[in-house]
């Protein structure tokens, strides 16, 4: 075929096309559609902050309420048992829940998208849960040197929880800091406190600041720094995974190496 030369085809209602020989036909097609939905984060800390802090506000308040009709005049909170230490936690935990869902709704978002919780996978269970379990040893050595300083015993407070369940309410001290805690607090304090940073800061001071945050909230001035440290394990997880779900089995872990350490004591 001499230069130049040029093919035909047949278009569209029967009209003829002409294209240049040798030359392969230019296809247009759409790019591929990304796998995943972009992650829409909650709306920003100047709105999620007010509104955070009085869901957890209205927490603490009904739970002092449920405390204090459950204990009897004079007496101290360690009175109470396992299922009256269950029920009274309970106002808390669903605050924190409660808040985290409704606030970015009000922002027009997706809770389930907002908080990161639609890329579950699989493996986020085994990884979060052998990550939260070596995150509780690691602090182990951390902490050796500050007791050497202080003294008083890091895990007095959660002994003292652990000591309020009989040997019949296990299940349910199980329940409360393996299950519930966990899920309730990494929906508010990294779905929705968190996200609400990573929309108002620079990467690293939003990091920083929600672990701050997390240890700060606990009101135990010798866990802080612990619980500083795990809160920004799990928000560097959830930085740099963008699930939620990683946080989770992370914060299950952890907590329940600590309640089986306590448990193995009154073995």
Do not use: K
Request: aromatic content about 8%; hydrophobic content about 50%; glycine content about 10%.
């Amino acid at each position: 075929m001499v230069a130049g030369a040029c093919s035909r085809r047949v278009g569209p209602c029967g009209r003829q096309e002409v294209f240049p020989a040798g030359r392969p036909l230019r296809v247009d097609t759409p790019p591929p559609a990304p796998s995943e939905d972009p992650v829409r984060l909650p709306p920003p800390a100047r709105l999620t902050l007010p509104l955070a802090l009085g869901a957890y506000f209205v927490g603490l308040v009904l739970t002092a309420i449920a405390v204090a009709q459950m204990v009897e005049d004079g007496a101290g909170i360690d009175s109470m048992d396992g299922v009256e230490t269950f029920v009274s936690s309970l106002p808390l935990f669903l605050s924190l829940a409660g808040g985290a869902l409704v606030i970015p709704a009000l922002g027009g978002l997706s809770p389930a998208s907002a908080l990161r919780l639609d890329r579950f996978r699989w493996y986020d269970v085994p990884a979060g849960l052998v990550g939260g379990a070596v995150a509780q040893l690691a602090l182990i050595p951390i902490y050796a040197p500050v007791l050497r300083f202080v003294d008083d015993d890091v895990s007095t407070a959660a002994r003292q929880l652990t000591d309020r369940f009989s040997d019949s309410e296990i299940w349910l001290l199980v329940l409360m800091v393996v299950v519930v805690a966990p899920v309730c607090e990494e929906l508010f304090f990294r779905g929705l406190v968190q996200g609400g940073l990573e929309r108002s800061l620079p990467t690293v001071p939003a990091l920083l600041l929600s672990a701050v945050i997390f240890g700060a909230v606990h009101f135990q001035l010798l866990q802080f720094l612990g619980l500083g440290l795990f809160g920004l394990v799990l928000a560097v997880a959830l930085n740099r995974t963008g699930r939620l779900s990683v946080t989770i089995f992370l914060h299950m872990g952890f907590n329940l190496m600590g309640v089986a350490g306590l448990l193995a004591e009154r073995l």
